[in-house]
Structures are given as structure tokens and as C-alpha cells.
């Protein structure tokens, strides 16, 4: 990046704004979706006739209260998360959006929703089946709390689709350190799922599991849209990206499943990767990072992303 824009990035993003925004909480997660397409889809889900939805995993609240424009101004908003804290966010959040008489959060887990059979309109969740223990587990207690003809939605990712896209565009790797990444890439996916932390990439298996436990009309569809980072880099997308990758660097961690050294290691090991082979494909990480930092304070890195970000939805039976 030339120094005007280096300055520009850094002037304009601080480090309570950052903080903010990679922790869920802000525009940024807001940018996965265009208003445009989500009205065109609200109207697919008849948003308007739900009256009671659950935000399953909330966080601080983020997908539900999003989804929350599409619904008439009656409908009452439920959300669940196992982190107090998340759950204190959501609260405040959804005050500011003005949510608060419509709405009520409350600490719990997926797989004990405290929430009678078959009493909400809707239940859905974004990015949380992908920490989940047991997807099947998770899925049929979210179905158990869904009316008869109710709507369930989920936003989940295959993030291991996210990882090839990034290795077509410069910094180009030599095809073995690419095909040696995605290794990692795949064993820390195996490893992270089977230490019971969830599928980092289960997006892509949801469809098949509604259909099994006999939701009606399975639909899938992706979002649409990209994390385009292209210089100057002035837009929120493309400056959060860019402090995520400084700050990930600085820290000594990489962009790849885990992160850290540690973590990565682990889900390597666990997933049937050879120690002996791990520094160097961590460092090769570590390189590739270093580099694409390079090229962003060149003003020379682009990317449209390569997200892949699943919507599935299907209906509960009447009968
Ligand atoms: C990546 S965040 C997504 C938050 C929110 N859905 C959003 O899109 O902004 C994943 C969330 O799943 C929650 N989570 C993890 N395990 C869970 C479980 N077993 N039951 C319910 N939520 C869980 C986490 O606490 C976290 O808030």
C-alpha cells in the first residue's frame, strides 16, 4: 500500500472500532449481506407472517436482529447463547436497535433449547452449526421447538472453500507449498472436528441432514456477497481485513485453521498430521501472510473473496 493509503487505513479504523467489529458486533458483519437480496428472500420466507423467531447461537445478536427489518413490528425476537456475555450484547444491541420490548435473550445451548415443542414460527442461526459438537444433535432440538410449518433457516460456511480461493491470486505460490497448505488446511478441519469442537466447513452437509430428519422443500442458496478488498482499501470490508491480517502477523499467528501456533498444532496432531512435517508448513503459512501483507502496503493486493456462505432452509411438517 503507498503510504498515503497505509496512513489512511490506519487513521480511519481504531482500535476500540476493530475491536468492535471482529468481536460480531457492527457494520462489518453486517456487510455479508445486501439489504436487496435479503428483502428478495424475506419474501421468499414470507418473513412477514412470522411472528415468534428464535436466534439460536446469537451472539450479540447479529443475524436475528438483521432478519428482524423483514418481519412486521409486532413479531417478538428469541435468542439463545451459552456466553453471558454475548447474551449482555445482545441485550444492549438490540436497545439500541430499539428491540428491546420485542425481544429476550437468554443463556442456553442448541442442544437443550428452553423452549416448549413446537411453539416458534421460526428458528435459525448463522455461523454456529459450524462449533457445534453434533450438528445432527443441534439441528433436531432446533426442529423440536418449530411449529408445524414453521421456517427453519440456517447461514453456515465451508470455509475450507474460502481457504483454496486465497491461493489463485498473488502472492502466487508454487503449486506443491499451495497443495501443502490445503493439506493443513484439511488434516486442522479433521482434527478440530474430531476433538469435538465442530466442522469448520458444514455449511455444505446441511441440506442432507434437514432432508433427514424430514423438513419439507429443502432450499439452499449462497449469500451474495464478497469481501472485495481493492486498493485503496477505503471501504469497512477491505480495512478490517486488512487489520485482521496486521494484527493476525503481529501476533505470530496465521491465516489458517486455529490460528495460533498451538492450536494449529493440535488440530494437526489430532487430525493424523506428522509432527515433524509442521514447522515447516506452519512457516510456509507464516510466509504467505508476510507476503500478502507486502503486496496490501504496495497497494497492489486484490481479492473478491471466495466466500462460500450457505443459506439452507426447509419447512417442519404440518402432520
Ligand atoms: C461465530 S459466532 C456467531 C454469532 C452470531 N450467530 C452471529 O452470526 O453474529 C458463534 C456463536 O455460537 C455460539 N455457540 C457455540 N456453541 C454453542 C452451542 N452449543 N449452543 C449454542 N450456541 C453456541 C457461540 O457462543 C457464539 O456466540
Redesign the pocket.
Known sequence: MKKENKKAYRASLSKEDYKKLTG?DGDW?DSWWNDSYLNMMAQQWKLDQVQTIL?????????GQRLMRHLNNSATIYG????TN?IKGAEERAKKLGLNTRSEYKV????SLPFDDNSLDMVT????LI???DIKT?VKEMIRVLKPGGLFLC?EPNNFGRAAAQYVEEPLMAWKDISDLLELEYICTMGKLKVGEGHQSAGHLIPAILQEFGLENVQVKTNNQCASITPPYSDLGSKTMIKLMQDTWDNGAAFVLGSTEINCRRYYLEGGGDNNSFPRLWNLARQHLKKTLEKMNEGTYVAAGGNIHYLVWGHKGIH
Open positions: 460480531f458483519r436466534d439460536v447461537g446469537c451472539g450479540v445478536g447479529h443475524w439463545i447463547d451459552p456466553e454475548w442456553a445451548s442448541v442442544e442461526c448463522q455461523t454456529v462449533h457445534v459438537k443441534a447461514a
